[in-house]
């Protein structure tokens, strides 16, 4: 089981970035999937998680309405799209299938 997160970066307050976790290793299609981020000096905090077939869907109530996770499963694919950034939501962010599985992470850094 491989997870590659890529997409992070520096970005203003109120900017987007789009996170996307490339998996490879396992059958993608059968697996719910999950973004996790932690911040310097606290826990990692699940932010959400998508359904094997996209059609159930988490958010934690900090996020609800700024981000949007998705999948593609041709492409082995999950996505998190992050709009209306705030400096709250700086973090390294991580994608996680069951089993304990994780990427390396992508650090996403809010600031002006």
């Known amino acids: 089981v491989q997870l590659v997160e890529s997409g992070g970066g520096l970005v203003q307050p109120g900017g987007s970035l789009r996170l996307s976790c490339a998996a490879s290793g396992f059958i993608f299609s059968s697996y719910a999937m999950r973004w996790y981020r932690q911040a310097p000096g606290k826990e990692r905090e699940l932010v959400a998680s998508i359904s094997s077939l996209g059609d159930i869907i988490y958010y934690v109530d900090s996020v609800k309405g700024r981000f949007t996770i998705s999948r593609d499963n041709a492409k082995n694919t999950v996505y998190l799209r992050m709009n209306s950034l705030k400096p709250e939501d700086t973090a390294v962010y991580y994608c996680?299938?069951?089993?304990?599985?994780w990427g390396q992470g992508t650090q996403v850094t809010v600031s002006s």
């Open positions: 996680r299938r069951s089993g304990d599985y």
